[in-house]
């Protein structure tokens, strides 16, 4: 059997170290022998690049790095690409059909695990970005799944968590008890779970405390890739 040789676009590094950690660990389940794993390639373009982009709301750029990222994986033998980053699937549909290689879509993923749960309503959690994008919407509502966000001031204090805290490494426990209490809000909205939609939160809420299911994109995404790399097509 062919092992397909998973390529990681990576942004920012927790995410993406999830991201890769979730692969290399859960492999050995999935091809029933002890350390085994896919190859597993990653490249990212500086952090401070993409964030020079998204904030001055340059996404045909963001577009490029990562197809340029793309592009590099792809020479040195990857055979599909994923990108353990939400916010910057903004820009998926800008490159997508220049790729040298196949993707697969974070919220696509997440849609199908949702849709396999039957979740009917679920709240988007993530940077404002994201949030106040149409990333999930566009994979959910072809399934009939509704969706729900934060409101504004919610929506702020997330994104400021997650660029001034838990990009760096930084699990504050007060931060911790707010997004909690968030999600507590979107399960009273009526949500029956909530989309972990920025890859960073599924290290700083977990199923075990988090008052709605989670669907930890992070990892959602890395099993993904796992199926499709013993898989035998796209």
């Not at 890769?20 to 660990?25: G, N």
């Not at 960073?200 to 959602?220: A, C, K, M, N, Y």
């Amino acid at each position: 059997m062919r092992v397909r040789h998973i390529g990681i676009v990576a942004c920012s590094a927790e995410g993406a170290a999830l991201c890769y950690r979730t692969i290399c660990e859960e492999g050995e389940k999935l091809l029933g022998r002890r350390y085994a794993h896919p190859e597993v390639s990653m490249h990212t373009h500086p952090f401070s690049e993409y964030m020079r982009l998204i904030e001055s709301g340059d996404w045909r750029g963001v577009a490029e790095l990562m197809l340029s990222s793309a592009e590099k994986l792809s020479r040195i033998g990857a055979d599909f690409a994923i990108c353990p980053d939400n916010t910057i699937h903004r820009a998926f549909d800008l490159f997508i059909d220049r790729s040298p290689i196949p993707w697969l879509h974070i919220a696509e993923e997440v849609a199908k695990v949702a849709e396999e749960r039957r979740f009917k309503r679920l709240g988007i959690m993530g940077t404002k970005f994201l949030m106040e994008s149409d990333v999930y919407p566009s994979k959910l509502e072809p399934r009939g799944i509704e969706w729900m966000i934060p409101d504004e001031a919610q929506r702020d204090q997330i994104n400021r968590i997650i660029f001034e805290e838990l990009v760096y490494g930084r699990f504050i426990d007060r931060s911790r008890r707010y997004l909690v209490s968030v999600i507590e809000g979107l399960k009273d909205r009526g949500c029956d779970a909530v989309v972990l939609g920025c890859t960073e939160l599924p290290l700083i809420v977990s199923e075990g405390i988090s008052p709605l299911p989670t669907l930890d994109s992070t990892r959602i995404l890395a099993r993904a890739a796992l199926r499709k790399a013993v898989g035998n097509s796209f």
